[in-house]
């Protein structure tokens, strides 16, 4: 579940760029110029892996529309909003950040729409509302969401993840009294070595530099 993170956009702090004709330009720019940045730093994969957006690499966000209020520090994407950093990428009908000028980060950001998706790699989360508190770091998704990896998933009345300690809660409530989980096993276990795997090439990687001198 790491990976769900994710919406730490300090947009006031990095490029905005003027919207395309489609939602699909809009993320072909975006990749674009996100895969340029991930050549440029060699530890993109092992920041992305954390699960959140990292505050030092560039967001590219294209929308229908943005309206921003420095009085406020406020800014607002709406109409077929794509933000994309390294692998991560977050689909929905509006993007509201509030910035907090003394701490510089986003204090709080909140995807909304019929379908708020965040994607990476093969993993996928679905709903229709995710809020993003940048103080005690945290990512919380309502509206029937969904978190899928492969065949896997989990879905319940409220997902909220916290960042710093890598850990998810599942809720219930009225309208959807039960959190349902369908896990495979086999497809976990193999998840885990391919990261342990990926783990150690990065750790030899580091290594590397000190022993040639």
Same mark, same amino acid.
């Given at each position: #579940?790491?990976? *769900?993170?994710?919406?730490? %956009?300090? %947009? ?12 699909a ?6 990749? @674009? ?9 060699? &530890?993109?994969?092992?920041? @992305? ?5 990292? @505050? ?12 921003? !209020?420095?009085?406020?520090?406020? *800014?607002?994407?709406? =109409? ?9 990428? %977050?689909?929905?009908?509006? %993007?509201?950040t ?7 980060? *986003? ?10 998706? #965040?994607?990476?790699?093969?993993r ?8 993003? !508190?940048? *103080?005690? +770091?945290?990512?919380? #998704? ?23 300690? &890598? ?13 349902? =989980?369908?896990?495979?096993?086999q497809?976990?276990?193999? +998840?885990? +070595? ?7 090439? !990065? ?9 040639g001198?």
């Open positions: #579940m790491r990976w *769900i993170a994710g919406l730490a %956009l300090c %947009l006031v702090l990095t490029p905005i760029h003027s919207a395309p004709a489609s939602a330009q809009a993320e072909k720019k975006a990749a @674009s110029k996100a895969d340029q940045k991930t050549e440029e730093k060699g &530890d993109t994969k092992k920041k @992305s892996q954390t699960g959140a957006f990292s @505050s030092q690499d560039p967001i590219y966000i294209t929308s229908d529309r943005m309206e921003a !209020d420095r009085q406020k520090n406020v *800014i607002v994407y709406t =109409g077929q909003v794509v933000a994309v950093q390294n692998d991560m990428t %977050l689909r929905s009908d509006k %993007l509201t509030y910035f907090d000028p003394e701490l510089q980060q *986003i204090k709080e950001a909140i995807a909304e729409g019929k379908q708020v998706r #965040m994607t990476q790699g093969d996928i989360a679905i709903g229709t509302k995710a809020v993003f !508190d940048g *103080i005690v +770091q945290t990512v919380t #998704m309502t509206g029937n969401p969904i978190v899928r990896q492969g065949n896997s998933e989990v879905a319940g009345c409220k997902i909220i993840y916290f960042m710093v300690e &890598d850990r998810v809660i599942v809720e219930n409530c009225k309208d959807t009294p039960r959190v349902i =989980g369908t896990i495979f096993p497809e976990l276990q193999q +998840q885990q +070595q391919k990261n342990d795997s990926d783990q150690k090439g !990065d750790q030899k990687k580091e290594k590397a530099p000190a022993k001198k």
